[in-house]
C-alpha cells in the first residue's frame, strides 16, 4: 500500500467517528431527549431577543472583569457563566411586557 493509500484510509477511518457521533446525537435527542421544560420554554421563546440584545450585554460583562487579576480562561467562565443567564433573563423581562 502506497503513501497515498494509507493517508486516505487514515483520513477515513478518522471522519468515522465524527459522522458516527453527529448522526448517534441527532438520533439519541430526537428520541429520548425531546422534552421542554418550563425554563427550557422560556428560553426558547425568549431566544430572538437573546439574541439581539446579547450584543450589549456580554461587553458589560467582560468590561466589568477586565481590570481582575484572574487567568484569561476563568474570565470567560466567569463572563459566560453570568452573561447567558443574564441575556435571557433581560430578553425574557423585555418580551413579556410586548407579548411578543
Given at each position: 500500500?502506497?503513501?497515498?493509500?494509507?493517508?486516505?484510509?487514515?483520513?477515513?477511518?478518522?471522519?468515522?467517528?465524527?459522522?458516527?457521533?453527529?448522526?448517534?446525537?441527532?438520533?439519541?435527542?430526537?428520541?429520548?431527549?425531546?422534552?421542554?421544560?418550563?425554563?427550557?420554554?422560556?428560553?426558547?421563546?425568549?431566544q430572538?431577543?437573546?439574541?439581539?440584545?446579547?450584543?450589549?450585554?456580554?461587553?458589560?460583562?467582560?468590561?466589568?472583569?477586565?481590570?481582575?487579576?484572574?487567568?484569561?480562561?476563568?474570565?470567560?467562565?466567569?463572563?459566560?457563566?453570568?452573561?447567558?443567564?443574564a441575556t435571557?433573563?433581560?430578553?425574557?423581562?423585555?418580551?413579556?411586557?410586548?407579548?411578543?
Amino acid at each position: 500500500m502506497g503513501e497515498t493509500a494509507t493517508a486516505v484510509f487514515r483520513v477515513v477511518w478518522e471522519s468515522l467517528p465524527s459522522i458516527g457521533l453527529c448522526i448517534g446525537l441527532t438520533v439519541l435527542f430526537r428520541e429520548r431527549l425531546d422534552s421542554q421544560g418550563r425554563t427550557g420554554k422560556a428560553m426558547a421563546q425568549s431566544q430572538y431577543a437573546a439574541y439581539i440584545l446579547h450584543v450589549p450585554v456580554v461587553p458589560l460583562f467582560q468590561a466589568m472583569v477586565l481590570g481582575t487579576a484572574l487567568p484569561p480562561f476563568a474570565k470567560f467562565s466567569l463572563v459566560t457563566l453570568v452573561a447567558v443567564p443574564a441575556t435571557f433573563l433581560i430578553s425574557n423581562w423585555v418580551r413579556m411586557p410586548l407579548h411578543i
